[in-house]
């Protein structure tokens, strides 16, 4: 009886686990999708699965297809969205040329502007949305690591229905929410004793005191309490997944800010050597 709720789960995930490949394939393609924004990957895969690797008989077609594939992979390892692959080529050598890692430029995302080659946004608001980043994401964290000590809390969170009194429950034992540390507890072997005393000690009312003594004893009480402390934990998990991912994106963002700052600061041309200086005629 002890391991019941655990048993359940257990017998959940394994009739879960058939679906487990297609959903991660499905997520793996989605995630190409969306990093080189493009069809092109999912739709050659198709044709390979229904013709194999060959069925492209045709030298131009089959080279129009090499290229959009070399240029998806582009995309995806170095995850910049760049438009065509002379584009890849001219903007690893202007790298090359620079001592630029390419990661680098994924890294700055939307602050490096592709067909200027140039870095969006002052120092200034770099600086403040990386700090301000940074620190949301190191807030995130401590979030998350709050929530990890709450999973090893051997109390569930329940209320009472007649009054709306909140308390921590164990299978033995009952306590207020506050303070968190040293808090008075009720028992079962309390319960023969004084209650009114008991209600005091905890703040709770009489009634609430003389409705938990009820409870507490029996098995149906444990039971419960031993799901609902399953079922926090589970969801205490699933908020500690996202808060990594979000704290995950808020420290892409910050790196992504210190990225560009610092090759702002470089002061980089955006041409390559050899290349004519651009002269604006415009400029005032």
Request: aromatic share 8%; proline share 5%.
């Amino acid at each position: 009886m002890e391991n019941a709720g655990i048993g359940e789960l257990s017998k959940s995930i394994v009739a879960w686990l058939p679906l487990a490949l297609p959903l991660i394939l499905v997520v793996m393609f989605g995630w190409v999708i969306l990093r080189t924004e493009s069809w092109h990957l999912l739709r050659r895969r198709t044709w390979q699965l229904v013709h194999g690797k060959g069925g492209i008989t045709d030298p131009a077609l089959q080279s129009y297809v090499e290229e959009q594939t070399n240029l998806t992979a582009f995309r995806v390892f170095v995850g910049v969205p760049v438009a065509t692959l002379a584009e890849a080529h001219t903007l690893m050598e202007w790298c090359r040329a620079h001592s630029v890692r390419l990661e680098a430029l994924r890294l700055c995302g939307q602050y490096f502007d592709l067909e200027t080659r140039t870095i969006k946004g002052s120092v200034r608001f770099l600086t403040i949305k990386g700090n301000a980043w940074g620190l949301a994401a190191m807030a995130l964290l401590l979030a998350s690591l709050v929530s990890s000590l709450l999973v090893t809390v051997p109390y569930a969170g329940l209320s009472l229905k007649e009054s709306g009194q909140h308390f921590l429950a164990s299978e033995s034992q009952i306590r207020p929410m506050w303070p968190l540390l040293n808090a008075p507890t009720l028992k079962a072997k309390d319960c023969a004793k004084e209650q009114d005393a008991a209600a005091m000690r905890l703040g709770f009312l009489p009634s609430d005191v003389a409705l938990l003594c009820e409870m507490l004893p029996k098995q149906e009480f444990r039971d419960f309490v031993r799901k609902a402390l399953l079922e926090q934990r589970i969801g205490l998990f699933v908020l500690i997944a996202f808060i990594l991912v979000v704290a995950y994106f808020a420290a892409m963002v910050a790196l992504g800010c210190l990225c560009a700052r610092k090759l702002l600061k470089r002061q980089l041309p955006p041409w390559l050597p050899g290349e004519q200086m651009p002269l604006d005629f415009d400029a005032r």
